[in-house]
């Protein structure tokens, strides 16, 4: 038995276990504070829980907090006591994110659901997250990507967290691979690859459009807020185009800068001799 609420992590007591009818329909178990939550919200649930997933409690909880956002002075649910919610912390909004994007997570990948609010930045958004095994490690734990990078952790089981972490500008493409009842998700890298195994397909799909939305979300981030020359030590070779430089001959210390950053890209294996060769002579051309 699962010795955690699957809604807030807290273990569960023996008054938890006395409730009786807080199982989950993917195993997890509510302690008593969750479940009283949960019926509130929804008063059919105190006898049937156990047909309810994890993610369906999680998105029934979400919907409750909207229209509550919306009618602030208005009831819930009918009878004479009402519950008032907590403000929404940052692990509530990685969980809404979670439902948002429909995975199904089983209750084994609760502890990593919760160490992501101390992994993500605060303006990181998860693009997708799924349940896997990471074959050259053979941990088993999730796989989730941001804006900025894919990353597999397991937490451990006597604390602490493996992390094996791939920045988006790094990675040059994605295969998901799908069998009958699971599916291989590779990360193609510069410097090499990586392979998951991924329990639920669907999940794993995700991760296929990853690439083009992260790409997306930082050119929309550069247009606001940086200038052409930053945007350019951001890129990867596929995206380097020679509008990005500026036009202006007597700019020359921009230029030199430029020139430096190119050396650094090479240095790094970004950027093949062939490639920094065309670029450093697009930049000297402006000389």
């Known amino acids: 038995m699962n010795t955690r609420c699957a809604l807030c992590g807290t273990p569960l007591t023996a008054t938890d276990m006395s409730v009786g009818k807080n199982k989950l329909a993917d195993g997890g178990y509510l302690c008593a504070g969750c479940f009283t939550k949960a019926i509130h919200i ?52 990685i969980k809404d994110q979670i439902v948002a994007l429909n995975a199904r997570l089983s209750v084994l990948a609760n502890e990593e659901v919760n160490e992501l609010a101390n992994l993500l930045d605060k303006d990181e958004r998860l693009l997708a997250i799924a349940e896997g095994i990471d074959l050259q490690s053979n941990r088993e734990g999730i796989i989730f990507s941001t804006q900025r990078r894919i990353v597999f952790i397991d937490k451990k089981f006597l604390g602490g967290v493996v992390k094996n972490e791939f920045l988006t500008h790094d990675i040059s493409s994605i295969e998901h691979i799908e069998n009958l009842l699971y599916s291989i998700l590779k990360l193609n890298t510069y410097r090499g690859s990586a392979q998951f195994k991924v329990h639920n397909k669907n999940d794993g799909k995700a991760f296929s459009n990853v690439q083009n939305r992260s790409r997306s979300y930082n050119e929309n981030e550069f247009t606001q807020n940086s200038s052409p020359f930053q945007a350019f030590a951001q890129t990867i070779p596929d995206l380097v185009e020679e509008n990005v430089y500026s036009t202006d001959k007597a700019d020359s210390a921009a230029i030199f800068e430029q020139l430096e950053k190119l050396g650094r890209l090479r240095e790094s294996g970004i950027l093949t001799d062939q490639e920094f060769a065309e670029q450093k002579k697009k930049l000297l051309d402006k000389l």
């Open 42 to 93: 929804n008063r059919d649930l105190i006898n049937n829980l156990d047909q309810f997933y994890f993610a369906e409690i999680t998105g029934m909880m979400l919907k409750s907090k909207i229209d509550a956002s919306r009618n602030p002075g208005g009831t819930q649910f009918s009878g004479k006591s009402q519950y008032e919610y907590d403000a929404p912390t940052r692990l509530d909004e």
